[in-house]
């Protein structure tokens, strides 16, 4: 069983950074992602990586300001936001899963762990 604790969040204006974590307890052999849900809209997939060979995947447009990234050693998971935009502004949660089918990734329903969320606020 994982567990994930996420940390960083904040209120920021828009044009700043931010730059989220998650500890988790040996997730080296995971699968890790980052979500976002904003009030009204359904859970999101914003990057995975899968932390044995750092491969990462961005789900839509954020790549370029968004930076997923982990450090094992650590057990924490990163996400760099740059050039936020209101419109980024939401709880974000890191998730795990032990094996991932890549098709699958976008859906909250493939991933077995969830850390509680930390809210990310852009005005």
């Known amino acids: 069983h994982v567990q994930l604790v996420e940390s960083g969040g904040g209120s920021v204006e828009a044009g700043e950074s931010l730059r989220l974590s998650c500890v988790g307890s040996d997730f080296s052999r995971y699968y890790m992602a980052w979500f976002r849900e904003a009030p009204g809209k359904g859970r999101e997939g914003v990057a995975h990586?899968?932390?044995?060979?750092?491969?990462?995947h961005y789900f839509n447009s954020e790549k370029g300001r968004f930076t997923i990234s982990k450090d094992n050693a650590k057990n924490t998971l990163y996400l760099q936001m740059n050039s936020l935009k209101p419109e980024d502004a939401a709880m974000y949660y890191c998730?795990?899963?032990?094996?991932?089918?890549?098709?699958?990734?976008?859906?909250?329903?493939?991933?077995?762990?969830w850390g509680q969320g930390t809210q990310v606020t852009v005005s």
């Open positions: 990586i899968r932390t044995v060979y750092g491969t990462t």
């Open positions: 998730a795990a899963v032990p094996e991932l089918t890549p098709v699958r990734a976008g859906s909250c329903l493939a991933w077995d762990y």
